[in-house]
């Protein structure tokens, strides 16, 4: 079965950076997009941002588009979301997750299918 596991999670001040990780295991990880969601305190999980397949196309919520960029290294089965000029408003807890079927691009939201545990980030003001 898929297995997805996130780190990187923390603590950081309003405008600085942080790097979380996913790894996956349980089938062949470069065949299946990948992507990032995320849920606040009392909202809807928000669809973060996806990666293709191959890694070569990426796309991103307008919420934060210009400061997130993701990425993924087939040979290590892992992905990654590095945030820059971080906002209180990106705390919520982050969710890694993979597409259910192979071949896909990553960028709807209604096509994955596995998730990881999550891990928080908290952006202090």
């Known amino acids: 079965q898929v297995q997805l596991v996130e780190s990187g999670g923390g603590l950081v001040q309003a405008g600085g950076s942080l790097r979380l990780s996913c790894v996956a295991s349980?089938?062949?990880?470069?065949?299946?997009?990948m992507g990032w969601f995320r849920q606040a305190p009392g909202k809807e999980r928000e669809f973060v941002g996806g990666?293709?397949?191959?890694?070569?196309?990426?796309y991103f919520a307008a919420s934060v588009k210009g400061r997130f960029t993701i990425s993924r290294d087939n040979a290590k089965n892992t992905m990654y979301l590095q945030m820059n000029s971080l906002k209180p408003e990106d705390t919520a807890i982050y969710y890694c997750?993979?597409?259910?079927?192979?071949w896909g691009l990553g960028a709807v939201d209604t096509m994955y299918g596995y998730w990881g545990q999550g891990t928080q980030v908290t952006v202090s003001s």
């Open positions: 997750a993979a597409e259910r079927a192979k």
């Open positions: 349980g089938r062949t990880f470069s065949h299946y997009a």
């Open positions: 990666i293709s397949w191959s890694g070569g196309s990426t």
